[in-house]
């Protein structure tokens, strides 16, 4: 199963496509948390993409596409992947198709989780990540347990810092210029479905898990 979130930040990419990865047993491949790992750790890479990312901008196709590429034919990925913030362009995208190509297997089903703008910049005021795993939180919709902790590790809940006011703004300007035309992109080839992602998580979650089986992908022994 090849799957891919599209969605403005903040619409819920990250935490649904995590769920579906558990779920069927697929590889989890989000940039933006390789990125912030990299960074993390102060690697040449992470010192490279830092400055980037705080400002909400977008890592160079060709830096992002060699991350990307490792991780597509992985042995984990082996039963399949969740791409959750790639491709984010139109020549990301004609990449993908060619990375792909090679394999002989398109993608499956490309999910748009949308969400108005106000609500995005609502929600990336309330949303924490865990500082040890990267699990996200939401204040309002979806919070911690224990207030400021993390549920699954115990770890610190952060704001991260491209959640900023102004970050948050310059992302969505990124978005709607160069990541909202990947919505009609992949239109052309029949393969969109859009879900409302205002509602919770569990009611988002079981939206795209009825997409899923309506397209025919879920496997005999998850049913
Ligand atoms: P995300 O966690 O997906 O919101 O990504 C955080 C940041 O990582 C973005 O604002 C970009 O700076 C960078 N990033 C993530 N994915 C990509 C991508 N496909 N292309 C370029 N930059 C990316």
Request: aromatic share 4%.
């Amino acid at each position: 199963m090849k799957i891919l979130f599209l969605g403005p930040p903040g619409a819920g990419k990250g935490t649904q496509s995590k769920l579906i990865a558990e779920k069927f047993g697929l590889c989890h491949i989000a940039p933006g948390d390789m990125f912030r790992q990299e960074v993390k750790a102060g690697t040449e890479l992470g010192k490279l993409v830092e400055g980037i990312m705080a400002r909400g901008e977008l890592v160079p196709d060709d830096i992002t596409l060699k991350v990307i590429e490792k991780r597509l034919f992985a042995e984990e990925a082996r039963k399949g992947f969740v791409l959750d913030g790639f491709p984010r362009n139109i020549a990301q995208a004609r990449a993908l198709d060619a990375l792909l190509e090679k394999s002989g297997e398109g993608l499956d089903l490309v999910i748009n989780l949308v969400v108005p703008e106000d609500e995005l910049l609502e929600r990336a005021r309330t949303r924490r990540v865990c500082s040890v795993c990267g699990k996200p939180y939401n204040l309002r919709l979806d919070p911690p347990k224990t207030p400021g902790k993390c549920d699954v590790c115990g770890g610190d809940l952060i704001t991260r810092k491209d959640d900023r006011e102004e970050t948050v703004k310059e992302r969505l300007r990124v978005y709607n210029e160069s990541t909202r035309p990947l919505v009609q992109y992949y239109a052309e080839k029949g393969i969109v479905v859009s879900i409302d992602g205002r509602e919770d998580v569990g009611t988002v979650f079981s939206h795209i898990l009825e997409e899923i089986t309506r397209k025919g992908l879920v496997p005999e022994e998850a049913v």
